[in-house]
């Protein structure tokens, strides 16, 4: 076997982009000796092939004939230039390689066969580099649980080969356990069980009679992780608020489902029970939607936690009754501020910006290739999320409606479609349901899982044609859990059967464990009747997809696991689903007394408006949204990114799915931290009304809205933490019933907070992600925030309160504040209908939520994105009569607000539309390119040209 | 028979597929999507189409580079057959992706018969992945798929489409040759830089052509531009033209019509 290394290099006078992206991170990292960095593609091929063909892979395969050139062994650097640093980053021995087996395949095609492909990237490093800047340079360019570093030209990268596996079924000692020794175990396993759980699985095998097998100790470990069953939200809970006693049997079933179930909607159609939550979109189709979290792994590996996020979350439409083709994608991010020293980082900790720059890489790379436009999200910047950045992903797929439900029978067969089972994302399930600590790093670097978009794109290519000719009856996705967790759930009224050694491995080493409980990607596993086994194989292969017959599921309602042959696990499908132990929690919380800050008067407020719009959460998200593909698929109808030169700001996004129906869907979220710190309650109502308020503004039925709940918390075995969340999903019950808008799906990630290495602990503020979907009936009706023509009158629907608590006007002076936006329900209803009146009435030419920076920051959006002036007068502001205070006018984030442009000829029906809820005219649309607000006696209290203002806007962001 | 038929090319990675089929089925065509092992297994499948297009989309994940992989497929189990395709004056579209591939198999990637690739499509001067729109003005007299002196407004989405040529020669010969497809202008038509010009491509080349003017690929997505709802300020024109990508894929279908059938 001839090792063949490939160096391929950029030639001289074409760009190398690699090695100044890299020259510009050393940079950014402080680090000003470097001259120069040059970038190289290494593939290290084992193959039985000559010279003469080794050159014409390195010429017609590897290298661009245009613009690079190859070398066949290692290249040094020319003596005599600047001193040079070799930097190779190689990836660890099992871990995913992609591009690998591309030139596996594309080999093949040139008629040689080869062992392995091993694919790293060289850079070299030129100027005076000390040793300790070295690392710090590695630490950048690499990442510590997927790679390894070789430095210098002597040393050799990881052998690629992995020892097989000897097969050794390991019984573990639990029945004579007592209670510190169970913990000690659940502890040295990494199972994240307590005493109580480990208690119930002893109890369980004695009632049969022996002791666990080590599979079956971590199957049941994963089945029963707070990632898996949400054993916080389930649980009875004792509540004291303010003094008073509260019960719960189970809260999210009080809460949050209670409202769905009493709205009772006749358009949804599945809710909460399967992977996302289905509603109708016309007669023929459904939609679903469903948003994930990937925090802790993207702590870990920002670019492949964030991939994985993304790769996750798609298959939760594609694993939902007999599958969705997934058709728009969102994101919305928590990081700590960017502009942080690395002294300001904890240990163990990534740097903000490297963390946002690696999410943002790894959704683009994962969404874009899998084709699905990402269309909606957010960025949220506050520095608790320095230790545990939050990424929620989710996915909005469409399926005929006599595929909304699948259904398992006895004798089918379980098969595994896709990716191949690899050592990674072992524990996942179990890893995110703990808390980050500085030494995750290292200890948890094999939960970190790879993704590979081209093999999940294949899957779902496949799947959706042997679901159009229904040859599996029933499917879901591989997620957090991987097979344990699949199988287990798509067998739970059945029982299954598994032989392991039938799982296709990435590579030789696993136990039988490993292959359960791996949450390798891109893995879905559909019940198939024998008699269909041949046709639907034949769709798999016909595109290049591995399908595998695993097993079988059964009548005895058991869990039984084989390896060759050999028993290695047998639980009782009961037990496992049912047998985790009821769970009683206390909550505690008490209403916050704070104080508004005196804030001095301001002769005008030109700087704070320039200010505002220049901080991270309300500044332009174009860096990020630009490298997303918005509009693959062809259905965009309001995009991200709009107005007169396509960058001002939209507040949702529709798309259409079907080529043949203007019918489309709107696209919204809505999420404010801030507010609590004041009051969580609030904060979630908030939430809600802004993510109706979004998809409403571009032109969605405010009654055909279903939305989604993300609860991301800190350490919820805290009476005060837990407390924060009750009162958040209070807010839920009463603000979907209210609006009646159901929540259809939602997810948690508790245990947000990270622990120092000294001990202390950041936790994340209280974060209630609600996403929403809305049916449009007509998108050419669908109206954007941009202002459209001179001469236009500017109105104001929705009262403004003294309610700058929680408000990034606050933010921008270090303050809190107490009095938190409300949300008068009944009106923010019929607000909410009153504009879809309106605009479904064509009278409206622009629309724009008034939220984050309140209204002056709304104003300044919709001039500069219309490219058009304003002249407004805050006389004609309908406000509360405590709303005396300027800057309250302009800045506070009053909930329920709408800013609404209308032609002249229209202002009479316009009116007599918005009669019953509180509107004035603020102002006039003006060919002046200026935002000038007068206040109540005349005087400009804001004139600034609108192009400073979105110069100021669309700067901080711009990296 | 006066049905115009055409071929769109699935493989892994392949995206833009289903809104190509829609975008031709508009223009009057009859457009089946599939998948390059199926051509592989049966080639003679390709007689029964005037048109094919390779979409857009990232084949094989774009790993190497980007279209190379599947570049390298359709040489090595297509050559002779796509020769056929072209030479029985059939038209081949390839778009994003598709424009990569058809470089990269050297169809449009050469001047010189028998040479090498001499142009490649590589990293854009930006350093990443960009959707934007983009102005495009008509530069070729013979490209059957322009409609002649109208500028379009398309968007583009990619991380390579920088188009770079090995020497000043090859580009000398392909303009001399007229198969300079599409420029990137700015709204009035002219030349500029980032984001004029949106990846650094020599010249603001957007799209070549063969010799023939019966193939052509381009970066832009015409298919993404087949109706006014598509167009990225949509809710602030009033013109209701046809939408600028729908001339593309109109060209394709009329010279079907007219000369192939």
């Known amino acids: 076997m001839a090792q063949w290394r490939f160096e391929v290099f950029n030639k001289a006078g074409s760009v190398d982009v690699g090695g100044r992206t890299v020259l510009a991170d050393i940079k950014e990292l402080g680090i000003d000796t470097v001259l120069d960095v040059q970038s190289a593609r290494v593939f290290l091929i084992d193959g039985d092939f000559d010279e003469a063909f080794a050159n014409k892979v390195g010429a017609e395969l590897l290298a661009d004939p245009v613009c690079e050139n190859y070398h066949i062994g290692k290249t040094v650097p020319a003596a005599g230039l600047a001193k040079a640093t070799i930097v190779e980053i190689h990836l660890k021995s099992g871990v995913t390689d992609p591009v690998a087996v591309s030139v596996m395949t594309a080999i093949e095609d040139?008629?040689?066969?080869?062992?392995?492909?091993?694919?790293?990237?060289?850079?070299?490093?030129?100027?005076?580099?000390?040793?300790?800047?070295?690392?710090?340079?590695?630490?950048?360019?690499?990442?510590?649980?997927?790679?390894?570093?070789?430095?210098?030209?002597?040393?050799?990268?990881?052998?690629?080969?992995?020892?097989?596996?000897?097969?050794?079924?390991?019984?573990?000692?639990?029945?004579?356990?007592?209670?510190?020794?169970?913990?000690?175990?659940?502890?040295?396993?990494?199972?994240?069980?307590?005493?109580?759980?480990?208690?119930?699985?002893?109890?369980?095998?004695?009632?049969?009679?022996?002791?666990?097998?080590?599979?079956?100790?971590?199957?049941?470990?994963?089945?029963?992780?707070?990632?898996?069953?949400?054993?916080?939200?389930?649980?009875?809970?004792?509540?004291?608020?303010?003094?008073?006693?509260?019960?719960?049997?189970?809260?999210?079933?009080?809460?949050?489902?209670?409202?769905?179930?009493?709205?009772?909607?006749?358009?949804c159609i599945s809710?909460?029970?399967?992977?996302?939550?289905?509603?109708?979109?016309?007669?023929?189709?459904?939609?679903?939607?469903?948003?994930?979290?990937?925090?802790?792994?993207?702590?870990?590996?920002?670019?492949?936690?964030?991939?994985?996020?993304?790769?996750?979350?798609l298959r939760d439409p594609m694993g939902t009754g007999l599958g969705a083709k997934p058709i728009a994608n969102t994101d919305v991010f928590c990081f700590g501020e960017p502009d942080k020293s690395f002294d300001e980082i904890p240990r163990g900790v990534l740097h903000p910006k490297r963390i946002a720059k690696g999410v943002v890489a790894g959704v683009r790379d994962y969404g874009n290739r899998m084709g699905i436009p990402t269309v909606n999200g957010a960025i949220f910047f506050d520095d608790r999320y320095l230790g545990n950045p939050l990424v929620f992903c989710g996915n909005v797929g469409i399926m005929p409606k006599d595929k909304c439900f699948g259904k398992t029978s006895s004798g089918e067969l379980i098969m595994v479609v896709g990716g191949r089972t690899g050592r990674d994302g072992i524990h996942g399930a179990t890893f995110s349901s703990g808390a980050m600590t500085h030494e995750h790093e290292t200890v948890f670097s094999h939960a970190v899982q790879i993704g590979n978009a081209i093999t999940e794109k294949k899957t779902l290519d496949t799947l959706l044609q042997a679901r159009e000719q229904g040859l599996y009856t029933a499917i879901t996705d591989c997620g957090a859990g991987g097979l344990s967790s699949a199988v287990g759930e798509m067998g739970a009224e059945l029982g299954a059967d598994v032989e392991l050694s039938k799982v296709p491995l990435k590579y030789a080493g696993l136990s039988y464990t490993e292959i359960w409980i791996s949450e390798a990607q891109e893995r879905m596993v559909i019940a198939v009747k024998p008699e269909n086994l041949e046709k639907i194989s034949a769709i798999f292969a016909g595109e290049n997809v591995e399908a595998t017959v695993i097993g079988t599921f059964t009548t005895d309602k058991k869990l039984t696991l084989k390896y060759q042959g050999q028993q290695v696990a047998q639980i009782d499908m009961d037990f496992l689903h049912d047998g985790l132990p009821k769970y009683?929690?206390?909550?505690?919380?008490?209403?916050?007394?704070?104080?508004?800050?005196?804030?001095?008067?301001?002769?005008?407020?030109?700087?704070?408006?320039?200010?505002?719009?220049?901080?991270?959460?309300?500044?332009?998200?174009?860096?990020?949204?630009?490298?997303?593909?918005?509009?693959?698929?062809?259905?965009?109808?309001?995009?991200?990114?709009?107005?007169?030169?396509?960058?001002?700001?939209?507040?949702?996004?529709?798309v259409q799915p079907k080529f043949d129906s203007d019918k489309g869907i709107a696209i919204g979220c809505g999420m404010n931290p801030l507010y609590g710190d004041i009051d969580p309650y609030w904060m979630a109502m908030s939430g809600i009304d802004e993510a109706i308020r979004n998809v409403v503004c571009v032109g969605a039925r405010p009654d055909k809205i279903a939305i989604l709940d993300n609860f991301c918390w800190a350490d919820c075995k805290k009476e005060e933490t837990l407390g924060s969340l009750v009162r958040a999903a209070q807010a839920c019950f009463d603000g979907a019933v209210a609006f009646g808008t159901p929540f259809v799906s939602g997810k948690d990630s508790l245990n947000n907070n990270f622990i120092c290495d000294d001990g202390t602990e950041i936790a994340i503020p209280a974060t209630l992600l609600i996403s929403a979907m809305g049916i449009v009936e007509d998108v050419k009706k669908c109206v954007t925030a941009d202002l459209k023509a001179a001469g236009n009158m500017l109105f104001v629907v929705g009262l403004t309160r003294n309610e700058l608590g929680g408000s990034h006007y606050y933010k921008t002076k270090k303050q809190l504040g107490a009095n938190v936006p409300k949300v008068d329900l009944r009106t923010a209803k019929i607000t909410a209908e009153k504009i879809h009146k309106a605009i479904?009435?064509?009278?409206?030419?622009?629309?724009?939520?008034?939220?984050?920076?309140?209204?002056a920051v709304a104003l300044a959006e919709m001039a500069f994105s219309g490219g058009l002036g304003i002249m407004a007068d805050l006389k004609g502001l309908p406000k509360t009569d405590d709303c005396a205070n300027l800057a309250a006018q302009l800045f506070s984030e009053s909930c329920s607000r709408y800013i609404v442009e209308v032609r002249p000829e229209k202002f009479n029906d316009f009116a007599k539309m918005m009669l019953g809820v509180p509107f004035g005219q603020i102002g006039k649309v003006i060919d002046i390119k200026n935002l000038i607000i007068k206040d109540s006696t005349g005087k400009n209290i804001i004139d600034v040209e609108i192009n400073e203002l979105k110069q100021a806007w669309l700067k901080p962001l711009k990296w | 028979?006066?049905?115009?038929?055409?071929?769109?090319?699935?493989?892994?990675?392949?995206?833009?597929?289903?809104?190509?089929?829609?975008?031709?089925?508009?223009?009057?065509?009859?457009?089946?999507?599939?998948?390059?092992?199926?051509?592989?297994?049966?080639?003679?499948?390709?007689?029964?189409?005037?048109?094919?297009?390779?979409?857009?989309?990232?084949?094989?994940?774009?790993?190497?580079?980007?279209?190379?992989?599947?570049?390298?497929?359709?040489?090595?189990?297509?050559?002779?057959?796509?020769?056929?395709?072209?030479?029985?004056?059939?038209?081949?579209?390839?778009?994003?992706?598709?424009?990569?591939?058809?470089?990269?198999?050297?169809?449009?990637?050469?001047?010189?018969?028998?040479?090498?690739?001499?142009?490649?499509?590589?990293?854009?001067?930006?350093?990443?992945f960009e959707d934007r729109w983009v102005y495009l003005e008509p530069s070729s007299k013979k490209c059957v798929f322009i409609e002649q002196g109208r500028r379009i407004y398309l968007p583009i989405a990619h991380g390579e489409g920088k188009v770079l040529f090995e020497n000043n020669e090859v580009f000398e010969k392909v303009k001399a040759d007229d198969r300079i497809a599409f420029r990137y202008v700015d709204e009035n038509g002219d030349f500029g830089d980032f984001p004029i010009n949106p990846n650094g491509s020599t010249d603001s080349i957007a799209a070549l052509c063969d010799s023939t003017g019966r193939v052509m690929g381009l970066m832009p997505h015409p298919e993404r531009f087949v109706r006014n709802t598509q167009h990225p300020h949509w809710t602030r024109l009033a013109d209701k033209t046809r939408a600028d990508g729908r001339t593309i894929f109109d060209n394709a279908v009329r010279y079907v019509q007219k000369n192939l059938l």
């Open chain 1, 110 to 267: 040139m008629g040689q066969k080869c062992q392995t492909v091993r694919t790293a990237r060289k850079y070299v490093v030129f100027g005076e580099i000390t040793d300790k800047q070295l690392k710090k340079i590695v630490r950048r360019l690499s990442n510590d649980c997927i790679e390894v570093v070789v430095i210098g030209t002597d040393a050799e990268p990881p052998s690629p080969h992995l020892a097989p596996y000897q097969f050794n079924l390991k019984t573990l000692e639990l029945l004579s356990l007592d209670e510190q020794q169970l913990v000690d175990l659940s502890k040295k396993m990494d199972l994240f069980l307590n005493a109580v759980e480990m208690k119930t699985i002893q109890d369980y095998f004695k009632s049969i009679g022996r002791n666990p097998t080590d599979i079956e100790l971590e199957a049941i470990a994963q089945t029963w992780s707070e990632h898996c069953v949400h054993k916080t939200l389930k649980s009875s809970v004792d509540f004291e608020f303010d003094g008073k006693q509260f019960h719960f049997d189970n809260l999210i079933k009080e809460t949050v489902f209670a409202a769905t179930k009493q709205l009772n909607k006749d358009w």
């Open chain 1, 584 to 654: 009683s929690r206390k909550a505690k919380w008490s209403s916050k007394q704070f104080s508004e800050p005196a804030i001095e008067a301001k002769e005008n407020y030109n700087d704070e408006l320039v200010k505002l719009l220049s901080t991270y959460n309300i500044a332009s998200k174009e860096w990020v949204i630009r490298q997303y593909d918005h509009e693959v698929q062809g259905g965009s109808v309001v995009k991200p990114l709009g107005g007169a030169t396509n960058d001002g700001p939209n507040d949702a996004a529709v």
């Open chain 2, 1 to 128: 028979m006066t049905q115009v038929n055409a071929i769109v090319l699935r493989a892994a990675g392949i995206n833009c597929d289903v809104e190509t089929q829609h975008a031709l089925e508009l223009s009057g065509a009859k457009a089946e999507r599939i998948h390059i092992n199926r051509v592989i297994e049966n080639p003679e499948i390709l007689d029964q189409f005037q048109i094919m297009v390779i979409p857009g989309g990232f084949s094989y994940g774009d790993d190497v580079a980007a279209g190379k992989i599947l570049a390298n497929q359709m040489v090595l189990h297509l050559s002779d057959r796509l020769n056929k395709f072209v030479e029985a004056g059939k038209l081949v579209l390839g778009i994003c992706n598709g424009f990569q591939v058809l470089v990269k198999t050297g169809i449009l990637g050469k001047v010189d018969s028998g040479a090498k690739q001499q142009i490649t499509i590589t990293n854009n001067d930006c350093g990443k």
């Open chain 1, 840 to 855: 479904d009435s064509s009278l409206v030419a622009s629309c724009h939520d008034c939220s984050e920076g309140g209204l």
């Open chain 1, 271 to 313: 809710v909460f029970k399967d992977n996302a939550g289905v509603i109708e979109f016309d007669d023929k189709d459904a939609v679903c939607f469903k948003v994930e979290t990937h925090n802790h792994p993207s702590a870990l590996d920002p670019y492949g936690g964030a991939a994985t996020g993304i790769g996750g979350v």
